[in-house]
């Protein structure tokens, strides 16, 4: 294979034939599950991953509000932190608020996602939502490095509607419980 046509084929389309790792531990194991859960999916028709049933969220649906609610999450960060002076210290009560929300939707008490993450485009592709979270993904582990590396991820560097400012580390157990939350509801339309 001639230089020209190796990089014609692998470097320019680097993604498809090299898995690129986080760096982040914690974001790498969240990865990893959002993975396997599209993998389980792919064999799934068009009609079941769209189909809503009494008037809830189809999978499509739900896959789209987790990885809405986690990308404008990283936008909010990244507005937030361009101005890292102004970013104050996270209360030690913050640290029960999670593990309070937890409780309530474990008592079945239901919360109201945002209209900003509750709004769907009429069609929704499996695979397309696969590809922008795997972006978001990796953007996030960029963002992660960059909190660190400023020293800002202990911080409050973002405004949760229920938890209040939180640091890194409750982003990260939000998203983790916000997705296994979720998959409950994406698993129990795919029996």
């Known amino acids: ?5 190796f990089t014609q084929k692998y470097w320019l389309d680097w993604p498809k034939h090299f898995k690129v ?5 914690r974001l790498k194991h969240l990865e ?3 993975i396997k859960l599209f993998e389980e999916l792919q064999a799934l028709s068009s ?9 809830r969220w189809s999978i499509n649906q739900i896959l789209y509000h987790l990885w809405l609610a986690e990308a404008s999450s990283e936008q909010y960060i990244r507005t937030k932190t361009k101005y890292p002076d102004y970013l104050i210290s996270v209360s030690p009560l913050t640290y029960l ?15 109201k996602a945002p209209q900003i993450v509750s709004q769907f485009p009429e069609k929704i592709d499996l695979q397309k939502i696969n590809e922008q979270w795997g972006k978001s993904r990796k953007s996030f582990d960029e963002l992660i490095l960059e909190l660190k590396e400023k020293k800002i991820d202990n911080k409050a560097i973002f405004k949760h509607g229920l938890l209040g400012r939180i640091n890194l580390k409750l982003t990260l157990d939000f998203f983790d419980f916000h997705f296994k939350h979720h998959q409950k509801a994406i698993n129990l339309l795919n029996k």
């Open 47 to 55: 009609e079941k991953l769209n189909s809503c049933i009494d008037g």
């Open 32 to 34: 990893d599950i959002r």
């Open 21 to 25: 790792t986080m760096r982040n531990k």
């Open 1 to 5: 294979m001639e230089i020209i046509e």
């Open 97 to 111: 608020k999670p593990k309070i929300v937890e409780f309530l939707l474990g008592l079945g008490i239901k919360v």
